[in-house]
């Protein structure tokens, strides 16, 4: 069965880092564009970034572009997101996703980050 | 970047009856290999989404006939044909078609009258 296990969310403070890590399995991971897509408290869906198969192409939404960094290791089947300078309006729970078809197949359960003084 | 457009907001829907969400894209999603990249995914309370249809009208494996998908161009239909319980959430639209930017649509949320 197909899994992504995303890790590494917390409560970090304003202007602070965190990495969060997708591990991935039952499915071919270097074969997928991979995705990180984030949910606000109570809001909306808003993907934030993607990740070509071998890291070639690499896309940042706008609202997180010079901050948050994607990269993925095929060897360990995991994808990452180092966030940097963090602010409030980053807080949510954070999706990794893989991408086929030009649509999302695969969710993980997400990881919450929560940035706060 | 492309704006989608979900209506309603919120739709109350008595057990057993049909319903139907619109899914409105400000450019058309006519890709220029021919296909159209519109996916509808469903998230039920405290859960992470799935997806439930992909290219307008294929569902995916293991969800009910109860769900399809229709549309062109720019206008796209969520049709449920007898809501279940088990279909109360919040339905996204999403487009594929225009990268390097996918976009979702803001969300209905189906709930039972």
């Known amino acids: 069965q197909v899994q992504l296990v995303e890790s590494g969310g917390g409560l970090v403070k304003p202007g602070g880092s965190l990495r969060l890590s997708c591990a991935a399995s039952?499915?071919?991971?270097?074969?997928?564009?991979m995705s990180w897509i984030r949910q606000a408290p109570g809001k909306g869906l808003e993907w934030i970034s993607y990740i070509s198969q071998t890291g070639s192409i690499i896309y940042h939404a706008d609202s997180v572009k010079g901050r948050f960094t994607i990269s993925r290791d095929n060897a360990k089947n995991s994808l990452y997101l180092q966030m940097n300078s963090l602010r409030a309006e980053d807080t949510a729970v954070y999706y990794c996703?893989?991408?086929?078809?030009?649509?999302?197949?695969?969710w993980g359960q997400g990881t919450l980050v929560t940035v706060s003084s | 970047d492309v704006v989608m457009t979900q209506s309603p907001l919120s739709l109350p829907v008595t057990l057993g009856q049909p319903a139907s969400i619109s899914c409105r894209s400000s450019q058309s999603l006519v890709h220029s290999d021919g296909n159209t990249y519109l996916s509808w995914f469903q998230q039920r309370p405290g859960q992470s989404p799935r997806r439930l249809i992909y290219r307008v009208s294929n569902r995916d494996s293991g969800v009910p006939d109860r769900f399809s998908g229709s549309g062109s161009g720019t206008d796209f239909t969520l049709k449920i044909s007898r809501v279940e319980a088990e279909d109360v959430g919040v339905y996204y639209c999403?487009?594929?078609?225009?990268?390097?930017?996918?976009?979702f649509g803001g969300g209905t949320k189906v709930e039972i009258k």
């Open positions: 039952a499915f071919t991971f270097s074969d997928y564009f």
């Open positions: 996703a893989a991408v086929a078809g030009s649509s999302l197949d695969y």
């Open positions: 999403m487009q594929g078609t225009h990268w390097p930017a996918l976009t």
